[in-house]
């Protein structure tokens, strides 16, 4: 089962439909005019913005039908197939677009939403990285971010709100799910295909076993963490499904590690600099069947200084592998971070129902339990799905549903 507008492997189309260099907004300013100018091309639009682009650039995205387009992997023109210091032989508006003629004869059209969505100067850069996550600590137990099933699987508004939630908060609740088995691959679906793992299989029932070889399995209360730490990528969004409620206890706890990485930057700046520059590791073994171990660091930040990542989980955590005389300072960095994950200023928790579906951002946001009676029944079922496919299922419908936003830039997690 899956929603409306959801796309699943065999839906991909065989043939994309040619596009060109245009993106089908409308009510964006047109193209002016245009001036070459040295090694670039000004362009003029119709709200007095001008925009510069160099025209190496221009003609390395040109996308008509016979120099291809990125978008499908069929391309003709690469940067090798022009040289860097290459000169329209004229440029002009026409219809609201910019047209190019090259020297060589071939001639290339932009479309103006594409030129504005693709700008490269300093205003248009600031609008794609304007995107901020919402933070949180524990109050968000009080006002918890939530959709309901029949609407985010019955709508695309609806599922974009549950898209919304997911990428500003990090974690959503999906009321109305009902206690059909069924319904966790359903939930998934909207996000992208299951991925399959060694240790979990497909589709993950936890519940509590006499002798088990995994925490997860038993009643023990478990600190919040990242699912899959070891692995190079770990889980890009954890799926939950509540079946049966624990009665007492099985209270389940959130932790916004971006809010943490923040909190640690403003206050423990030295604690800070060695967890997002120095490795830690992490194990899983299973003697016969699987032996796996990451190595990065506990946050991981982009080129920009922005936090991207979270990786931590403290019953997966091996021994650290640095330099001597950085051992003692990075288990201090790693102990303001732990200390911070179980602070009830940090911790949102909730009672997640049966019938209850729970979504979360496993690159950023933390999650655990508190202890319960292993003999209360308690039932969920968990898979995982890749994080770009959340993400890129969330920019396709944005491009329908908020245009002007198709294209922020979203952090690409903690994989090494």
Sequence with gaps: MSGPGSTGAGDIEVHNPFVGNRLGFDGLPVVTGAVITGRVTEVAFADG?????????LR????????????????????????????????????????VAWPDGHRSAYGADWLIHNS??????????????????????????T????????????????????????????????????????LASLLGPIHETTVYG??????????????????????????????????GIDVFHCLAGA???????????????????ATAPDAYELLTTLPVSHIRWHPGEIDMRSRSP???????????????????????????????????????????????AFVAEIQVAPGEGILIDNHRVLHGRTAF????????????????????????????LDPANHDIHLPSGSAT
């Design 373 to 400: 009676d292993p003999a209360s029944g308690r039932h969920i079922r968990l898979c995982h799905v890749p994080r770009e496919e959340f993400h890129g299922r969330l920019r396709e419908l944005t491009r329908r």
């Design 147 to 186: 959709v309901e099933w029949s609407s985010a699987d019955g709508s695309d508004s609806g599922r974009f709100e549950m898209y919304r939630l997911l990428r500003d908060f990090g974690v959503v609740r999906v009321g109305g799910l009902g206690a059909d088995p069924e319904r966790t691959e359903a």
């Design 60 to 99: 390395h995205c040109c996308y008509c039908r016979e120099c291809g387009n990125p978008a499908d992997g069929i391309r003709r023109v690469t940067v090798i197939s022009f040289d860097s210091g290459i000169t329209p032989a004229d440029t002009w508006a026409a219809e609201g677009d910019l047209h």
């Design 49 to 57: 913005r001008r925009r510069r682009y160099h025209h190496q650039w």
């Design 247 to 265: 009665g007492r206890g099985g209270m389940s706890t959130y932790v916004d590690g971006f809010a943490v990485a923040s909190d640690i930057e």
């Design 202 to 235: 497909r589709i993950y029932d936890v519940r509590a076993e006499p002798v088990s070889k995994l925490g997860a399995k038993t009643g023990m209360a478990q600190a919040p963490h990242v699912d899959d730490a070891f692995q190079y990528s770990p889980p």
């Design 298 to 344: 506990l946050i991981t930040v982009d080129g920009e200084g922005r936090v991207r990542g979270i990786r931590y989980f403290d019953r997966s955590l091996a021994p650290l592998d640095v330099p001597a005389g950085l051992i003692e300072p990075l288990y201090d960095a790693v102990r303001e971070f732990n200390r911070r994950i179980t602070d009830p």
């Design 120 to 145: 490269y100067d300093t205003a248009d850069r600031a609008r794609r990285s304007a995107w901020r996550p919402v933070l949180w600590r524990s109050e968000l137990a009080e006002d918890f971010p």
